[in-house]
C-alpha cells in the first residue's frame, strides 16, 4: 500500500471529506504545520510549503472556514448555497425566493450569488460555497463543464442543477422545457400568418438558449419554411444588444412581420425597439419567460411564461430529499411552460 493510499478515504458510496489531519499525515508535518501553511502565515519553508500543498491537493482537501463555530454534531451546517445567472435577472429572483421559503421552513439559511453567466465565476464561487461547507448547493451552469463537483458528489455533497442540464457529471435537474416552449411561440405566430419570424437568441454556448433555438428552427421545419432565410441573431445577452439588433433587422430591406425574443431581458430590448420604430402594432412579437408589466403596456406582451417558482421548489424538494438519504438515480425534471396571450403575439402580417 502506497502512503497516499494511506490516507485517502475509503472507498466508499459517500467518501469523507478529508481533514486536516488527513493532509498533516500525507505531508509528513504536524497539523499545526499544515494549519500555518493553509492559513498563509509566515516562518514556514518553502519545501514544506510545497508538501502540503502536494497533499492538499492529492486528497481535494478544501478547508472549512468555519470549523470552530458552524460545524453540528451530524456534520450538518443548516446552510444551502445556491448559484443562478443574476439575481436581478427576475426570473432568478423568483426561483431564489421559492428556495429560500423552502429552506425557512426547515430552518436552513439560503447563501445567493450571481455567476453573470461568466464560467470562472462559477467555479469561484461553487469554490468559495463549498469552503464554507454548504450542506448543498442549487446552481445554473454556464462553464462547459461540471467535472469540478466529481470529488465533492463522491463525498456525498447533494447537487441539484436548475435551469440548464450539466456536462460531466450526473445529478438532478430541475429545468424548464425549452424547445417545447419556444416550438408553442413559433407554431403560435405561423398560425397567424407570420412565415418572416426573426428570432433574437442569447448567448450560444448557454444550454438552455440552444434548445430553445433549436425548438425555434424545428416548428419552422414542420411547417414547411425555409429556415435559410429566416434571420437569426444569437450572443444577445441584455436589452440594449436585443434593442439594436431588432433596429438593424427593421430598417432592413426585408424587415421581419414577427419576432421570437427567447430571453427576457432580450425581449425588453426588442420592445423598446419596436416602439422606437412606431411599429408594436404592426410586427408581432412573443417573448420566452414573462417580463414585469407586460400586461400593461399596449399592445400586452404574448409571452411563453416559464414558472421559476415551481422550479425552486422542486430544487429544493430534491436537495432536501439527498439529504434525508434519498439516493435514487439522477433525474431530469422538466416544468411545463404555459402560452399567455396579451395581443402582441396575435398580430397578422401587413
Same mark, same amino acid.
Given at each position: 500500500?502506497?502512503?497516499?493510499?494511506? #490516507?485517502?478515504?475509503?472507498?466508499?458510496?459517500?467518501?469523507?471529506?478529508?481533514?486536516?489531519?488527513?493532509?498533516?499525515?500525507?505531508?509528513?508535518?504536524?497539523?499545526?504545520?499544515?494549519?500555518?501553511?493553509?492559513?498563509?502565515?509566515?516562518?514556514?519553508?518553502?519545501?514544506?510549503?510545497?508538501?502540503?500543498?502536494?497533499?492538499?491537493?492529492?486528497?481535494?482537501?478544501?478547508?472549512?472556514? #468555519?470549523?470552530?463555530?458552524?460545524?453540528?454534531?451530524?456534520?450538518? &451546517?443548516?446552510?444551502?448555497?445556491?448559484?443562478?445567472?443574476?439575481?436581478?435577472?427576475?426570473?432568478?429572483?423568483?426561483? #431564489?425566493?421559492?428556495?429560500?421559503?423552502?429552506?425557512?421552513?426547515?430552518?436552513?439559511?439560503?447563501?445567493?450569488?450571481?455567476?453573470?453567466?461568466?464560467?470562472?465565476?462559477?467555479?469561484?464561487?461553487?469554490?468559495?460555497?463549498?469552503?464554507?461547507?454548504?450542506? *448543498?448547493?442549487?446552481?445554473?451552469?454556464?462553464?462547459?463543464?461540471?467535472?469540478?463537483?466529481?470529488?465533492?458528489?463522491?463525498?456525498?455533497?447533494?447537487?441539484?442543477?436548475?435551469?440548464?442540464?450539466? @456536462?460531466?457529471?450526473?445529478?438532478?435537474?430541475?429545468?424548464?422545457? *425549452?424547445?417545447?416552449? @419556444?416550438?408553442? @411561440?413559433?407554431?403560435?405566430?405561423?398560425?397567424?400568418?407570420?412565415?418572416?419570424?426573426?428570432?433574437?437568441?442569447?448567448?450560444?454556448?448557454?444550454?438552455?438558449?440552444?434548445?430553445?433555438?433549436?425548438?425555434?428552427?424545428?416548428?419552422? *421545419?414542420?411547417?414547411? /419554411?425555409?429556415?435559410?432565410?429566416?434571420?437569426?441573431?444569437?450572443?444577445?445577452?441584455?436589452?440594449?444588444?436585443?434593442?439594436?439588433?431588432?433596429?438593424?433587422?427593421?430598417?432592413?430591406?426585408?424587415?421581419?412581420?414577427?419576432?421570437?425574443?427567447?430571453?427576457?431581458?432580450?425581449?425588453?430590448?426588442?420592445?423598446?425597439?419596436?416602439?422606437?420604430?412606431?411599429?408594436? #402594432?404592426?410586427?408581432?412579437? /412573443?417573448?420566452?419567460?414573462?417580463?414585469?408589466?407586460?400586461?400593461?403596456?399596449?399592445?400586452?406582451? &404574448?409571452?411563453?411564461?416559464?414558472?421559476?417558482?415551481?422550479?425552486?421548489?422542486?430544487?429544493?424538494?430534491?436537495?432536501? @430529499?439527498?439529504?434525508?438519504?434519498?439516493?435514487?438515480?439522477?433525474?431530469?425534471?422538466?416544468?411545463?411552460?404555459?402560452?399567455?396571450?396579451?395581443?402582441?403575439?396575435?398580430?397578422?402580417?401587413?
Amino acid at each position: 500500500m502506497t502512503s497516499l493510499s494511506k #490516507h485517502l478515504p475509503e472507498p466508499h458510496h459517500t467518501q469523507p471529506r478529508p481533514t486536516m489531519k488527513h493532509v498533516a499525515a500525507l505531508a509528513g508535518v504536524g497539523i499545526k504545520t499544515v494549519s500555518r501553511v493553509i492559513n498563509g502565515e509566515p516562518n514556514v519553508s518553502e519545501a514544506t510549503i510545497e508538501r502540503v500543498m502536494t497533499a492538499a491537493t492529492s486528497l481535494n482537501y478544501q478547508p472549512d472556514l #468555519h470549523a470552530g463555530n458552524l460545524r453540528r454534531a451530524d456534520g450538518r &451546517t443548516k446552510t444551502l448555497g445556491l448559484l443562478v445567472g443574476s439575481v436581478a435577472n427576475p426570473f432568478s429572483g423568483a426561483l #431564489h425566493r421559492a428556495v429560500e421559503e423552502a429552506a425557512l421552513a426547515r430552518g436552513i439559511a439560503v447563501f445567493a450569488s450571481s455567476l453573470d453567466d461568466d464560467p470562472e465565476r462559477e467555479e469561484l464561487m461553487v469554490d468559495a460555497f463549498l469552503r464554507r461547507r454548504v450542506d *448543498g448547493l442549487i446552481l445554473t451552469t454556464v462553464s462547459r463543464s461540471q467535472a469540478y463537483l466529481l470529488p465533492e458528489l463522491r463525498r456525498g455533497t447533494p447537487v441539484v442543477f436548475v435551469d440548464r442540464e450539466p @456536462a460531466g457529471v450526473e445529478a438532478d435537474v430541475v429545468a424548464s422545457d *425549452g424547445a417545447a416552449g @419556444a416550438a408553442t @411561440a413559433t407554431r403560435h405566430l405561423l398560425e397567424y400568418g407570420h412565415r418572416r419570424i426573426a428570432y433574437l437568441g442569447d448567448r450560444v454556448d448557454i444550454q438552455s438558449a440552444k434548445e430553445r433555438r433549436r425548438g425555434f428552427l424545428d416548428e419552422l *421545419g414542420r411547417a414547411g /419554411v425555409a429556415t435559410s432565410d429566416i434571420p437569426v441573431i444569437d450572443g444577445l445577452h441584455d436589452e440594449e444588444t436585443a434593442r439594436t439588433a431588432l433596429l438593424a433587422l427593421l430598417d432592413s430591406a426585408a424587415p421581419p412581420t414577427a419576432v421570437f425574443s427567447s430571453q427576457n431581458l432580450v425581449t425588453i430590448g426588442a420592445v423598446r425597439a419596436l416602439r422606437e420604430r412606431g411599429l408594436q #402594432h404592426r410586427v408581432a412579437i /412573443v417573448g420566452f419567460d414573462d417580463i414585469p408589466l407586460a400586461d400593461l403596456l399596449e399592445p400586452g406582451i &404574448t409571452v411563453v411564461a416559464q414558472n421559476p417558482q415551481r422550479i425552486g421548489e422542486l430544487a429544493a424538494e430534491r436537495i432536501f @430529499a439527498r439529504l434525508d438519504g434519498d439516493e435514487s438515480p439522477a433525474h431530469n425534471f422538466a416544468v411545463p411552460t404555459q402560452l399567455i396571450t396579451r395581443g402582441s403575439g396575435e398580430i397578422t402580417p401587413s
